[in-house]
C-alpha cells in the first residue's frame, strides 16, 4: 500500500505521521477494502504529504479544502471508499468551515485529523488546537487562545462516528480508524500525534520519545476518563470512541429526494 517508486519523505525524524499513515492503511486492510474502489484525499500541511506516499488513487488538494473535494468524489461515485487526511490547521482553521459542514451533511468520508497541536509544515505557528500557554512563532510567550476540541466540535455539527487515539497507541488508533470505515456517514477520527520539530523544540520535547511518553501518560481510556473527577484531569485527555449515530448518509438522502421528486416515491 505504499509506494515504491517516489522520492523518499519529507518528515522529520522522529516525527509520528508515519505511524498514524500506517495506522490508516491497515485499518484499510482490516476493513478488507479494495485498493482500487479507495481514494486518498488531502489538504496541505506536513499530513498532507501521506496522500503522496500510499499507493491508492490519491488527490492532494488545496489548504483546508479536502473535505469538499472528497464530498465531490463521493457524490459523483457512491461506491468509492473515501479517506480524507487532514492536519489540525488545515481542518480546524482554514477548512473550519468544510469541516462542520460535511460533518452536518452526514457525508459517507473518513477523516483522520492527524492532531500535532501547531502548523508544521508553514512555520511553527499556533493553530486553533495549540494548548493555552504552549508556544509558537506566533505565539512566542505560550498561547492565550483557548483550543478546539475537535471531537466535541464534530460531534455537535452531527458527524455520525467520533474517536480519538494516539500515534503511541498504534494498535486503538488502528482501530479507531477501522470503526470509522465500517460506519455509514461521516466519521471523524483524532489522532493526536509528535512533532518534535515545530511544536517540540518550542515546548520542550523536542526528543520525539519525550512526545510519545507525554502521549502514553496523558491519554486516557474514555471509561476510565469519565470517572476521572473533574480537579484530576489536568493535562490529560480521553482517547476511544465518543459518539456513534445511525442518521441517514447525505447521498442516499439526496437519492430519496431526487427519487420523490420524479414521483417515484411519496
Ligand atoms: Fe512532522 Fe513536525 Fe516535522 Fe512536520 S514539522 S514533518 S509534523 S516533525
Known amino acids: 500500500y505504499f509506494r515504491q517508486h517516489r522520492l523518499p519523505h519529507i518528515w522529520c525524524p522522529g516525527c509520528g505521521n508515519g505511524i498514524v499513515m500506517k495506522a490508516i492503511?491497515?485499518?484499510?486492510?482490516?476493513?478488507?477494502?479494495?485498493?482500487?474502489n479507495t481514494v486518498i484525499v488531502s489538504g496541505i500541511g506536513c499530513s498532507s504529504r501521506a496522500s503522496g506516499y500510499m499507493d491508492f488513487d490519491t488527490l492532494h488538494t488545496a489548504h483546508g479544502r479536502a473535505i469538499p473535494f472528497a464530498t465531490g468524489i463521493k457524490l459523483a461515485n457512491p461506491k468509492l471508499n473515501v479517506i480524507v487526511i487532514t492536519g489540525d490547521g488545515d481542518?480546524?482553521?482554514?477548512?473550519?468551515?468544510?469541516?462542520i459542514h460535511g460533518a452536518r451533511r452526514n457525508v459517507?468520508?473518513?477523516?483522520?485529523?492527524f492532531n500535532n497541536s501547531i502548523y508544521g509544515m508553514t512555520g511553527?505557528?499556533?493553530?486553533?488546537?495549540?494548548?493555552?500557554?504552549?508556544?509558537?512563532?506566533?505565539?512566542?510567550?505560550?498561547?492565550?487562545?483557548?483550543?478546539?476540541?475537535?471531537?466535541?466540535?464534530?460531534?455537535?455539527?452531527?458527524?455520525?462516528?467520533?474517536?480519538?487515539?494516539?500515534?503511541?497507541?498504534?494498535?486503538?488508533?488502528?482501530d479507531m480508524?477501522?470503526?470509522?470505515?465500517?460506519?455509514?456517514?461521516?466519521?471523524?477520527?483524532?489522532?493526536?500525534?509528535?512533532?518534535p520539530t515545530a511544536y517540540g523544540r518550542k515546548n520542550k520535547m523536542a526528543d520525539?520519545?519525550?512526545?510519545?511518553?507525554w502521549m502514553r501518560d496523558n491519554a486516557v481510556m474514555k471509561a476510565a476518563w469519565d470517572k476521572l473527577p473533574t480537579d484530576k484531569r489536568d493535562e490529560k485527555f480521553p482517547i476511544g470512541v465518543f459518539y456513534q449515530h445511525e442518521?441517514?448518509?447525505?447521498?442516499k438522502a439526496y437519492n430519496e429526494v431526487i427519487e420523490m421528486a420524479q414521483?417515484?416515491?411519496?
Open 25 to 36: 492503511v491497515e485499518a484499510v486492510e482490516k476493513q478488507k477494502l479494495n485498493r482500487d
Open 108 to 113: 459517507d468520508l473518513t477523516v483522520v485529523l
Open 177 to 195: 480508524i477501522a470503526g470509522g470505515i465500517a460506519r455509514d456517514g461521516f466519521s471523524f477520527i483524532e489522532a493526536v500525534v509528535q512533532c
Open 208 to 213: 520525539p520519545a519525550q512526545m510519545m511518553m
Open 263 to 266: 414521483g417515484g416515491k411519496k
Open 247 to 251: 442518521f441517514t448518509e447525505y447521498g
Open 91 to 99: 481542518c480546524t482553521a482554514i477548512g473550519g468551515n468544510h469541516f
Open 124 to 174: 511553527g505557528q499556533a493553530s486553533p488546537m495549540t494548548p493555552v500557554h504552549k508556544k509558537a512563532t506566533t505565539a512566542p510567550y505560550g498561547s492565550v487562545d483557548r483550543p478546539f476540541d475537535a471531537c466535541h466540535l464534530a460531534e455537535a455539527a452531527g458527524a455520525a462516528y467520533v474517536a480519538r487515539s494516539t500515534a503511541f497507541h498504534v494498535q486503538h488508533l488502528t
